[in-house]
């Protein structure tokens, strides 16, 4: 399974490669981002980090200031 996160604040585009039935919240561990400082929004609607991913696109939000 495969799935494209944006990340438009920071303007980058991640590939997360995975398994079927792995969540937001292992795929956002697996590419190094705290999952509690990011939401992830898909089709535009915010969704649990610990849903399964069902998407191919997703949005990653910063929640925090980095300096």
Not at 19 to 48: H, K, M, Q, R, Y
């Amino acid at each position: 399974m495969e799935c494209t996160l944006h990340f438009p604040r920071e303007g980058v585009t991640l590939t997360y490669t995975g398994a079927a039935g792995d969540t937001w919240e292992t795929a956002l561990l697996s590419l190094g981002v705290n999952p509690d400082t990011v939401i992830v929004f898909a089709n535009g609607v915010p969704v649990p980090q610990d849903d399964e991913i069902k998407i191919d696109e997703a949005e990653i939000i910063s929640t925090c200031s980095r300096g």
